[in-house]
């Protein structure tokens, strides 16, 4: 049973330049969320998608934008990068419960470089 | 605002001894608490959950103690290995996960 799987696994880009990053969850899971990890730090909730909408968002500028796919796959997309947005981007999965929460399954991230 | 915090960023433990890790949150109203660990270069694992309706919750040499009346959680780990050298998180669950800093947790021989 395959985890959850991002890609790529490091990325350098430069300032103004867009960048994709891609996930594909648990198997089982229907739910995806984006976390952005800066280096000493705990992740942060950028958004979550389910049904292929955003469900939910943190406090990300509109620079970050995503999508879900039909087979429960995700995108995150920044535009316009900035050297701040140098970070490690971490997926996570988990299974829709309604009002009860389930644990979230984390993949390994993307180790992205702005220069 | 509201928030999740650990009380040591880093907490050095002798191989065989158990270990206990702290964690604090402001969110009176959150019924839902994980633990996670990080290792180097790696996500986080899941360790271990807990519900607002318990207080005490144990797994594989692993417990979670919830005090709600002083917003205080934390994690016990029994005959800490030189496998559990990691970052622990303390993380909050209302809809989203909202992470603490995280502790260091070094183990010697």
């Known amino acids: 049973d395959a985890g959850v799987t991002q890609s790529p696994t490091h990325l350098i880009k430069t300032r103004g330049q867009q960048v994709t990053l891609r996930c594909s969850p648990k198997?089982?899971?229907?739910?995806v969320s984006w976390y952005q990890q800066a280096l000493g730090q705990g992740p942060q909730f950028i958004f979550q998608y389910y049904e292929e909408e955003e469900r939910q968002r943190g406090n990300f500028p509109d620079r970050f934008s995503g999508h879900q796919f039909p087979n429960y796959s995700s995108e995150l997309n920044v535009n316009a990068l900035l050297l701040g947005d140098s970070a490690l981007y971490l997926c996570?999965?988990?299974?829709?419960?309604?009002?009860?929460?389930?644990?979230?399954?984390f993949g390994s991230g993307t180790q992205l470089s702005v220069l | 605002g509201e928030s999740v915090g650990l009380h040591l960023p880093t907490l050095s433990v002798q191989e065989g001894d158990n270990s206990i890790i702290n964690c604090a949150y402001s969110n009176s109203a959150s019924d839902y608490f994980i633990w996670y660990k990080q290792e180097s270069g790696k996500g986080p694992q899941f360790i271990i959950d807990?519900?607002?309706?318990?207080d005490k919750r144990q797994g594989q040499r692993v417990t979670v103690l919830l005090n709600k009346t002083v917003k205080h959680l934390s994690l016990q780990i029994a005959a800490t290995q030189p496998g559990d050298s990691a970052v622990y998180f303390c993380?909050?669950?209302?809809?989203?996960?909202?992470f603490g800093a995280g502790t260091q947790v070094v183990v010697t021989p």
């Open positions: 996570a999965s988990s299974r829709n419960a309604g009002d009860l929460i389930e644990k979230l399954f």
């Open positions: 807990i519900r607002s309706n318990m």
């Open positions: 993380a909050e669950e209302r809809g989203k996960l909202q």
């Open positions: 198997s089982g899971h229907d739910t």
